[in-house]
Each structure stands twice: as C-alpha cells, then as structure tokens.
C-alpha cells in the first residue's frame, strides 16, 4: 500500500506542477539540539535537532514539531527510496539527538525536512541555500554538503509531494552569521577587534574578527557546551543514587526549558545548577582568555548568542558589559546568514 501511494504521488508530481516563485533564499543551522531556518522574507521556524530512519511498517504522524520525509528520487541518490523523521516525534519513537551524530552527513536529511512547502504547491526552487560548519575549511565535510544538496529532489513531506531544485548551497564558517547580525544591528561599541561566543549544546564557538571584519583564523577556539554542563549535572548526588546512568538527552531537555527537573522523576537539580553554571563558564572564560591572549589588548566586546547563552549572565556581569548576550541569541546567528 505505501509503494503504490509514493508512485501515485510522483506521477503527480511530474504532471501538475504548481510552481513556488523561484529566486527564495534561506538559511539553515542545523545545531545539534535545535535546527533553526530562516528566509530571506524573515520567516524563522525551528525544529527539534533528533532524526530517526524510518522502517516500512513506521507510521508516524507528522505535527507542528514534526516533520516525516520520504525521498523518491533525485540528483542525492545515496537517500533514494528513504524515509525518516525529524523533530518531536523522531525523538518519542528513540531516535538519535544530532549532538550524538557527525551532523555534516546527516546534514541533508535535515535540511529537507525543514523546506516546507505551501498547500498546493508542489515545486519549491531554491536559488540560494546558506548553511554553516565548525570549521569552514574542512573541505570533504563541505564538499558533502554541497554534493548532498545541489540539485533536485523529489520528496513527500508530511504528506505533501514536492519537488525542490537548490541552484546554489553556500558553506560559511559558523559564528560569521552571528557576527553580521552584531555588524547590521550595532551591537559592536567599538571598532576594534570584536568576538563572538556561540554556546551551543555539544559545543561552543569562540571566533574574533578584525575591524574591518576579517575573520582571525589563528583565534577560533572551540570550548564547550551544555553536554558538558549536563555530564556535570549528572553527577549529582540525587541523580547518582538512581539505579541507571543519567540521560544527557533529558538533563538538556530540563535546563532548556527552564524547568530544572530530571525528565518525569519530579527530581530537580536546582539546588546545585548555579554552582554547577559557574564552573562551566569558569572553565569556557579560562579557555578563551589562553586563546586570545594575542588580542586581549585590542579586544572590545564579544557577543555572546547560540541556545545556551542565556546561562552566561554572570559571566556578562563578571566583565562589565565586555561580553554581552545578543538580543534573540538563538536565531541571530541563522537570521545574519543572509546579510
């Protein structure tokens, strides 16, 4: 019953095209607790950053939170006759967060997932897709992205048939995005060598820039993230006591929505998550002040963005403004990919 509902789908795919204008350019993060996509109109959606690889006898129900592809054919053969899912659901059926992934090849599953198309229109043209790595230079993780998504892909999701050509995929380093968003909106005082501090979930990004905007190879540092905040937490006396090893997955989940609360136990770790903040970000500002000692005399302000900047208020306080947390830290980096 599938295989005859995906050749029904194609067949109509191919012979009542409803063209989406051409010329649409979007951006997209794939972070490794949240997927993050932006267009250049300034739509901003975001999905939870967990995949799953569908079986024939899956059947999930796609949702807001959601997304189910299934990829017919196109110019990415490796995922021809394909399914999986992204987002809640992926998650609730035991998928994979991405931060335990190398995202890069798993890059165009998720890219899919996050063009949506508009109801009855089938054919989506891309003329410019924007994506970010680590680190830029890592040329076969670049080559895979751009060779994954290139060209056209004729896919159901969430039900609906869609053909999507991409003309171009731009690879940038991450944190520049952010740092042309700190540029647009005046975040910078001054014109000197300035920073950005992305503080992601496995990881975080530390990158200065010259006054003139030229990214500092030399001053990339990589330092870490809430997965590391999480192992911390995990050692909790509360949570050791257990009878099983801490689920990072969940102690993430509860420090992302502010609960503090270890999954459905009703165990908090509130009383120790301040320490626990401190010693993190001790460990990140010791990490960076090694790093960039070459600049510190020159150094003006680092703006801190990325889905875990809003920890890092102390560390704001501890250095007088110097680093600052950008407004919408969490979308500035994917919305200044465009700029």
Same mark, same amino acid.
């Not at 999954?263 to 790093?291: C, E, H, M």
């Not at 600049?295 to 900047?309: F, I, R, T, Y």
């Given at each position: 019953?599938?295989?005859?509902?995906?050749?029904e789908?194609?067949?109509?795919?191919?012979?009542?095209?409803?063209? !989406?204008?051409?010329?649409?350019?979007?951006?997209?993060?794939v972070?490794?607790?949240?997927?993050? /996509?932006?267009?250049d109109?300034?739509?901003?959606k975001?999905?939870?950053?967990?995949?799953?690889?569908?079986?024939?006898?899956?059947?999930?129900?796609? #949702?807001?939170?959601?997304?189910?592809?299934? /990829?017919?054919?196109?110019?990415?053969?490796?995922l021809?006759?394909?399914?999986?899912?992204?987002?809640?659901?992926?998650?609730?059926?035991?998928?994979?967060?991405? =931060?335990?992934?190398?995202?890069? =090849?798993?890059?165009?599953?998720l890219?899919?997932?996050?063009?949506?198309?508009?109801?009855?229109?089938?054919q989506?043209? $891309?003329?410019r897709?924007?994506c970010?790595?680590?680190n830029?230079?890592?040329?076969?993780?670049?080559?895979?992205?751009?060779?994954?998504?290139?060209g056209? @892909?004729?896919?159901?999701?969430?039900?609906?048939?869609?053909?999507?050509?991409? @003309?171009?995929?731009?690879?940038?380093?991450?944190t520049l995005?952010?740092?042309?968003?700190?540029?647009?909106?005046?975040?910078?005082? /001054?014109?000197?060598v300035?920073?950005?501090? #992305? $503080?992601?979930g496995?990881?975080?990004?530390?990158?200065?820039?010259?006054?003139?905007?030229? $990214?500092?190879?030399?001053?990339?540092?990589?330092?870490?993230?809430?997965?590391? !905040?999480?192992?911390?937490?995990?050692?909790?006396?509360?949570?050791?006591?257990?009878?099983?090893?801490?689920?990072?997955?969940?102690?993430? #989940?509860?420090?992302?929505?502010?609960?503090?609360?270890y999954?459905?136990?009703?165990?908090? =770790?509130?009383?120790? =998550?301040?320490?626990?903040?401190?010693?993190?970000? /001790?460990g990140?500002?010791?990490?960076?002040?090694?790093?960039?000692?070459?600049?510190?005399?020159?150094?003006?302000?680092?703006?801190?963005?990325?889905?875990?900047?809003?920890?890092?208020?102390? !560390?704001?306080?501890?250095?007088?403004?110097?680093?600052?947390?950008?407004d919408?830290?969490?979308?500035?980096?994917?919305?200044?990919?465009?700029?």
């Amino acid at each position: 019953m599938a295989k005859v509902y995906k050749e029904e789908q194609l067949i109509q795919l191919k012979t009542e095209p409803k063209i !989406l204008k051409s010329g649409l350019q979007i951006a997209v993060d794939v972070g490794n607790r949240v997927i993050k /996509y932006c267009t250049d109109q300034g739509t901003v959606k975001t999905l939870p950053s967990w995949h799953k690889d569908l079986e024939e006898w899956d059947t999930p129900k796609p #949702d807001e939170n959601s997304a189910i592809v299934t /990829y017919l054919n196109g110019d990415n053969t490796e995922l021809a006759g394909h399914s999986w899912a992204v987002g809640v659901v992926a998650q609730d059926l035991g998928g994979t967060p991405t =931060f335990e992934l190398e995202k890069v =090849f798993l890059a165009p599953k998720l890219f899919l997932a996050m063009i949506e198309g508009i109801p009855g229109i089938n054919q989506v043209t $891309l003329n410019r897709l924007v994506c970010s790595l680590p680190n830029d230079l890592q040329l076969d993780k670049v080559d895979a992205l751009i060779d994954g998504l290139t060209g056209t @892909h004729n896919i159901i999701r969430n039900r609906q048939s869609m053909s999507v050509e991409i @003309h171009q995929v731009e690879v940038e380093p991450e944190t520049l995005g952010a740092y042309k968003y700190a540029l647009a909106n005046r975040l910078f005082k /001054y014109a000197r060598v300035n920073g950005i501090l #992305d $503080l992601g979930g496995k990881t975080g990004i530390g990158q200065l820039y010259t006054k003139n905007g030229t $990214l500092i190879r030399e001053s990339r540092v990589i330092v870490e993230g809430t997965y590391r !905040l999480a192992q911390m937490i995990a050692r909790h006396p509360i949570l050791i006591a257990q009878d099983m090893t801490p689920n990072l997955s969940l102690i993430m #989940d509860a420090i992302a929505d502010g609960s503090l609360i270890y999954g459905t136990t009703g165990i908090s =770790f509130a009383d120790k =998550f301040p320490g626990y903040v401190s010693q993190w970000l /001790y460990g990140i500002r010791n990490k960076l002040k090694i790093a960039w000692t070459p600049w510190l005399a020159d150094l003006g302000e680092v703006v801190m963005v990325g889905g875990s900047a809003h920890l890092a208020t102390s !560390l704001a306080e501890q250095t007088e403004g110097r680093f600052k947390i950008a407004d919408q830290p969490q979308y500035c980096g994917v919305m200044g990919m465009l700029l």
